[in-house]
């Protein structure tokens, strides 16, 4: 399966600091998600975004399709973005669009 | 709405129990995912269904057993479980057709064996 390796394994940053998340993956992909999963295990969509690039509030995202690399920027941390950043993809030409997720990026943001 | 709902969110049982998760969707998805995370792990898929139909099986051990009764329900059926198999149950689901691939996942199931 195609491979995705997600960088810093972890991160602590204090409040209002600024971040960048970095995932590259092996294989041209047909989906790209991130996701927050919070203390109680629930995955949340931050973004599909396959290529292009996507803003929502204090998050965007840029995905380099081509050269096989999504980004995730985090703005002005709050102690609420705490928990692990997982970047996900299914690869083109897969069947019903299996997931393979990182290793995911701890974050820990202090007040 | 983007909901997809879990139940129970905690569940213990022995290792001779035999148990079920639920997992449900009302978005018209016709792909739904069973994923199994360990902790500080990523999830790993387990099964996949499309249209109600059993596709992908990642090898998993017959302990473990699926169903999808209809299109917005798909049940995890649970026999003579390890201690091992102790783990988050993640359900998600994706529309597939049309070039829509987003996967929405439930709040899942934190299952412990003992």
């Known amino acids: 399966g195609i491979q995705v390796e997600q960088s810093p394994p972890d991160l602590i940053l204090q409040e209002g600091a600024n971040s960048t998340l970095r995932c590259n993956f092996s294989?041209?992909?047909?989906?790209l998600q991130w996701f927050h999963q919070n203390p109680w295990g629930q995955l949340i969509n931050l973004f599909y975004?396959?290529?292009g690039t996507k803003q929502n509030g204090r998050l965007s995202a840029t995905t380099v399709a081509t050269e096989r690399y999504s980004l995730l920027y985090i703005s002005s941390s709050q102690t609420t973005d705490s928990g692990v950043y997982f970047c996900a993809v299914d690869n083109r030409g897969s069947t019903l669009g299996r997931l393979y997720f990182g290793r995911g990026t701890q974050l820990t943001v202090w007040p | 709405d983007t909901e997809v709902t879990q139940t129970p969110k905690h569940l213990v049982m022995g290792m001779t129990n035999k148990k079920s998760l639920k997992c449900e969707q009302h978005?018209?998805?016709?792909?739904m995912y069973w994923y199994k995370q360990k902790a500080k792990k990523p999830p790993e898929l387990m099964f996949v269904y499309s249209y109600e139909k059993l596709s992908i099986n990642e090898s998993v051990p017959s302990r473990f057993s699926p169903e999808c009764p209809n299109s917005s329900l798909l049940n995890l059926h649970l026999h003579a479980l390890q201690p091992e198999d102790s783990a988050l149950y993640l359900c998600?689901?994706?529309?597939?057709?049309?070039?829509?691939?987003?996967?929405?996942f439930g709040p899942g199931t934190r299952l412990t064996v003992t």
């Open positions: 975004i396959p290529s």
């Open positions: 978005m018209g998805h016709r792909a």
């Open positions: 294989d041209s992909v047909n989906n």
């Open positions: 998600a689901s994706s529309q597939w057709t049309g070039g829509d691939r987003e996967q929405y």
